[in-house]
Nanobody
């Protein structure tokens, strides 16, 4: 059974860092593309960063470029999202998702989803 479990969210002050983790069960990273998405209050779910199974260049939303870094550990079957210099506008529920052969860092491309982890950035 395919399952994704996010962790690492929390309440932090602006300028702080957090590292989110997405643990995968019932699947191997060798065959799946992974994305991080977020949904803020009253907003649509948006792509934050995606990384392909073929180890191509990861994709980032313009709003997080140079602040967030996606990485993966195939052996541990974990995908990370390192978030630095957090801003209040980064406040959202963050989700990881997986699928094979995605064409874009778009939530509509992904079939498997975790339950999400809350990130709140506030002074």
């Amino acid at each position: 059974q395919v399952q994704l479990v996010e962790s690492g969210g929390g309440l932090v002050r602006p300028g702080s860092s957090l590292r989110l983790s997405c643990a995968l069960y019932g699947m191997t990273l060798d065959f799946y593309d992974i994305g991080w998405f977020r949904q803020g209050p009253g907003a649509e779910r948006e792509g934050v960063s995606c990384i392909s199974r073929s180890r191509g260049m990861p994709a980032y939303a313009d709003s997080v470029k140079s602040r967030f870094t996606i990485s993966k550990d195939n052996a541990r079957k974990v995908v990370y999202l390192q978030m630095n210099s957090l801003k209040p506008e980064d406040t959202a529920v963050y989700y990881c998702a997986a699928d094979a052969g995605v064409r874009a860092c778009n939530p509509n491309e992904y079939s498997y989803w975790g339950q999400g982890t809350q990130v709140t950035v506030s002074s």
